[in-house]
């Protein structure tokens, strides 16, 4: 028998949510239609703390970096880790700009199929046993055996029949989740993916140009975007910039998915650069050099306002593009990403 759902209610109004016991706080206020603010999903931004007025919850995971010794003492938490123990009261912000496109759904998927990118970049296909939308730059949390909660990983297709989700993940050292799915997880193995989420979606009524700006595993959302901007009827007089960024030449990938795409060489580009040239003895590299950041700046400059612009990668990265598009003065609401650390 399933227990029963708590309801959480937020102070100061009428508005209220169920709660499933063995769903987070934050998740089942996406699954009831409602904007509570965040950003990453699995503990590490902060940026969906609530306070708890009235009632109990526990945390997933005590030693997420979004939860400091100051929340605790204020009696705030992270509404991606928090469980609701029973009926709560909370002290919430909401807002309509987090409210779900597409309701977001824990549903069980099996793997299809794995395809090399890169020497540490691999793409991953999902078949999920019901159909289920999402945009083009959202990302999924990925329940994968023997590690502990989701891991979020962006969809590098588009939506199609809702049925085959696409991910395209890079192996870190000390990464569980890619361990998983690079060493041990088999083809016709059952797992769970619980999605869509992001803010950083493509904005199909921009009346601007797109610049789509990747480093790593970043590289999923935006060839999302670019797929879906290419298939988009009311872009298609639109032009979109692609720009990959690695350390190294064998980091180097993208440009054969979107020559693929209708648009290439028309309205769709792609220059990749690697952040330091080759040493003595290492392949030669005949294309960009510099980061990221620089090599937009430098070839788009003020023109960067003028854009509509996506990123992805690492946190340094996206630091860095942060800094140089508050300089170039793009304004806040032309620019799309979702923080992850």
Not at 113 to 121: A, K, L, P, V, W
Request: glycine content about 12%; hydrophobic content about 40%; some cysteine.
């Amino acid at each position: 028998m399933t227990a029963p759902d708590h309801l959480i209610r937020i102070a100061g109004g009428d508005v209220c949510f169920p709660c499933a016991p063995d769903d987070t706080m934050l998740r089942a206020a996406q699954r009831a239609g409602l904007g509570f603010p965040y950003e990453c999903n699995v503990g590490s931004c902060g940026n969906c703390k609530f306070e708890l007025v009235k009632g109990e919850v526990q945390m997933a995971w005590e030693q997420a970096p979004g939860w400091t010794d100051k929340d605790r003492a204020r009696n705030r938490y992270l509404g991606c880790q928090s469980r609701a123990l029973g009926d709560c009261t909370v002290k919430l912000l909401t807002n309509p700009r987090y409210a779900p496109l597409h309701i977001p759904q824990r549903m069980s998927a099996v793997l299809t199929g794995r395809r090399r990118i890169t020497h540490d970049i691999s793409e991953f296909s999902f078949s999920l046993e019901q159909p289920q939308a999402f945009e083009p730059g959202q990302y999924a949390l990925v329940y994968l055996p023997g590690v502990m909660g989701g891991r979020a990983y962006s969809m590098s297709n588009i939506v199609g029949d809702g049925l085959g989700w696409e991910f395209q993940v890079r192996r870190t050292p000390q990464g569980q989740g890619s361990q998983v799915l690079f060493d041990s997880l088999k083809i016709g193995e059952r797992i769970e993916i619980d999605g869509p989420y992001g803010m950083a979606w493509l904005r199909r009524d921009a009346p601007r140009d797109i610049l789509c700006l990747a480093g790593g595993s970043g590289l999923a959302p935006m060839i999302s975007i670019a797929r879906g901007a290419m298939a988009e009827p009311v872009l298609a007089q639109r032009k979109l910039h692609f720009l990959y960024g690695g350390r190294m030449p064998a980091d180097v990938c993208g440009e054969d998915m979107l020559r693929a795409l209708p648009g290439w060489g028309d309205r769709l580009t792609y220059q990749a650069a690697i952040s330091a040239a080759p040493l003595e003895g290492e392949p030669a590299w005949p294309g960009t050099v510099g980061y990221l950041h620089d090599v937009a700046q430098q070839r788009f400059g003020a023109g960067l306002a003028q854009m509509e612009i996506y990123f992805a990668g690492p946190p340094v990265m996206a630091q860095a593009l942060q800094r140089m598009l508050l300089a170039e003065k793009v304004p806040f609401a032309q620019v799309h990403f979702d923080q992850f650390y």
